[in-house]
């Protein structure tokens, strides 16, 4: 494995700990950058560094060193190569990871994936049930020593109407505990932040042109699962486009923590009818829904006449009304090309989850 020697490293944290590590650089031959808060302007430690500079000063002596807006600017300017965050503040922040990563500076650390790896298991939903039923072991045990306390001083023959209340409260939080963990044994929908990354990240590829019907079944830590159609021009090699895929696919697992299969479309990219039939279908249901996209776009001939073949994505309040979408594309296609259309759509509701 090739080592990246780094030239110029920031250390985002301060005192004793940054110290050690500008000592560890400096053995090293690494130009050692600093970042300090107002408070720590006159600190040991931002003398230890090859450069140092102020953080937000507008911050507080904490809040500073947690500013990732700040710091990568910081770092982005002075020409750093890699961040070490020391241990604290932003050491465990995957957000801070993914901030580096999207502007070339290299994190010293673990990846943001199995950051959040470790955090989703730590406030797992398993933990959670088990501390819930661990306090209604608790609460039941209290109501039923507290009935027989009431009824030895009173007198009041209430065990049964606590008995009775008690088990009304162990059906209730019984079935609680069951929403909360049935979800991720049957498959739940990823996140919204999971599901931009992923596709910001596939469309960026080089060979990619777009990419479309991505499902995320999420079955918990280190189990999430998803498929993604990717539009590659049909005239490059298949052998290339298949190495391509299976890198995208590693690169989903080692750097978002899912397990990736891609669906492989071919795409016509140098037929001008065809692009320009597609730039009209699109504008038109554009003109109707701004939402609205289309992918997988052909045209054949059926009879004599143009069979425009499409898949078509629309938000979910369209449901039910896609006879009308298709009737008003028919009709704005014959009145601006004095042409009538043979047009099959299959319609995909859009996914927000």
């Given amino acids: 494995m090739e080592l990246k020697k780094f030239k110029k490293v920031l250390v985002a944290n301060r005192g004793e700990i940054a110290i050690r590590v500008f000592r560890a650089l400096n053995e090293l031959g690494i130009t050692t950058v600093g970042v300090f808060s107002k408070e720590d302007r006159y600190a040991l430690f931002r003398s230890k560094a090859d450069e140092s500079y102020q953080l937000n000063p507008d911050k507080g002596p904490i809040d500073a060193y947690l500013d990732i807006n700040t710091i ?7 020409n ?29 650390g673990p990846s943001s994936s199995l950051m959040r790896k470790m955090g989703d298991k730590i406030q797992s939903n398993t933990l959670f049930a088990a501390a819930a039923d661990s306090r209604n072991d608790v ?3 209290a ?11 009173s007198g009041w023959k209430i065990d049964g109407l606590m008995g009775g209340l008690v088990s009304v409260f162990i059906i209730v939080s019984g079935i609680s505990l069951a929403k909360d963990t049935i979800s991720p044994l049957l498959g ?28 995320v079944h999420d ?14 021009d049909k005239k490059i090699d298949p052998m ?73 994505v629309v938000p979910s309040e369209w449901q039910g ?33």
Avoid at 143 to 152: F, M
Avoid at 334 to 350: A, S, V
Wanted: hydrophobic content about 40%; charged content about 25%.
């Fill in 80 to 108: 750093v190569d890699a961040i070490h965050p020391g241990y604290g503040f932003l050491s465990e922040n995957p957000d801070f990871v993914d901030a580096c990563e999207k502007n070339g500076i290299t994190f010293i």
């Fill in 188 to 215: 739940e929908g990823a996140n919204t932040g999971l599901r931009e990354q992923l596709i910001g990240y596939i469309s960026s590829c080089p060979l990619v042109l777009g990419c479309h019907d991505l499902l």
């Fill in 219 to 232: 079955y918990g830590p280190g189990r999430q699962y998803a498929s993604i159609h990717v539009e590659i």
């Fill in 321 to 353: 009304q896609e006879k009308n979408i298709v009737r008003e594309l028919t009709e704005r296609l014959q009145e601006e090309n004095k042409e009538t259309y043979l047009i099959k759509i299959t319609f995909d509701l859009e996914d927000r989850a």
């Fill in 139 to 141: 609460l039941t045990t």
């Fill in 240 to 312: 290339v486009c298949h190495d391509e895929i299976d890198r995208i696919e590693r690169v989903c697992l080692n750097r978002f923590g899912v397990h990736m299969v891609i669906h492989y479309d071919p795409v016509i990219t140098d037929d001008a009818e065809l692009d320009q039939m597609h730039h009209q279908v699109l504008t038109i249901l554009q003109q109707i829904d701004a939402e609205i996209t289309i992918h997988d776009f052909r045209v054949h001939t059926h009879e004599g006449k143009k069979e425009l073949v499409f898949d078509m």
């Fill in 72 to 78: 990568i600017r910081i770092a982005k300017e002075k």
């Fill in 143 to 153: 109501a039923v020593l507290a009935a027989t306390v009431v009824e030895h001083i």
